[in-house]
């Protein structure tokens, strides 16, 4: 997912792209995506606000219980941008489908699906884009709680299984201690 990250949000049609960049760069849920308004976000001070999720068309507060200000990246701030223009109320929510309406419980997910085959890949769900959004801030040198703290867990146990490392990363881990020719194998 990491290296077709990018592919996936060309790949996804138009108004998936939105509530996929959603959840790639804030790591909002499906129900949070759901649930955000324009009201809550602050394009001026950069920031967007989790308040509330949508499950089965009913609002409820977020997974975590609270409410939580996530600073908008740019390549998401660009979506919401471009999007702001057919917005039709404060009130009115931030990802719609193609039809003005609101995504369904399966419809994120179908819609990612299709953007995957577009890209020829296979075997990921609307929530692996939360996934995505842990581990690169893990790879960018965020700390745990700054990332717990932006993915909405209530425990940091949970925000580390988020974390999808592999080989290269723990290479690249070691090499910050100065053993660059770190390979994992075993030398004589």
């Known amino acids: 997912l990491h290296d077709a990250l990018p592919i996936?949000?060309?790949k996804a049609a138009p108004?998936?792209?939105l509530a996929c960049a959603l959840a790639a760069f804030a790591g909002l849920r499906a129900g949070e995506v759901r649930g955000l308004r324009w009201s809550d976000l602050d394009?001026?001070?950069n920031t967007?606000?989790?308040?509330r999720a949508l499950t089965r068309g009913a609002a409820t507060t977020p997974k975590s219980?609270?409410?939580?200000v996530i600073p908008i990246a740019?390549?998401?701030r660009l979506l919401l941008e471009a999007a702001e223009s057919s917005r039709s109320s404060p009130w009115a929510p931030v990802a719609t489908t193609a039809f003005g309406k609101l995504?369904?419980?399966s419809g994120l997910n179908q819609s990612f699906k299709r953007a995957q085959r577009r890209a020829g890949r296979s075997g990921l769900c609307f929530h692996d884009l939360r996934h995505f959004f842990v581990t690169e801030l893990f790879r960018k040198g965020v700390g745990a709680p700054a990332v717990q703290?932006?993915?909405g867990h209530a425990e940091l146990s949970t925000t580390q299984r988020y974390a999808d490392m592999t080989a290269n990363d723990l290479r690249a881990a070691i090499a910050l201690l100065g053993n660059d020719g770190a390979t994992g194998e075993a030398s004589n």
């Open 74 to 76: 740019t390549p998401l």
């Open 103 to 105: 995504w369904g419980e």
């Open 48 to 51: 967007l606000t989790v308040r």
């Open 149 to 151: 703290r932006l993915a």
């Open 65 to 68: 219980g609270d409410q939580r």
């Open 15 to 17: 108004q998936a792209r």
């Open 43 to 45: 394009l001026k001070g």
């Open 8 to 10: 996936f949000l060309v």
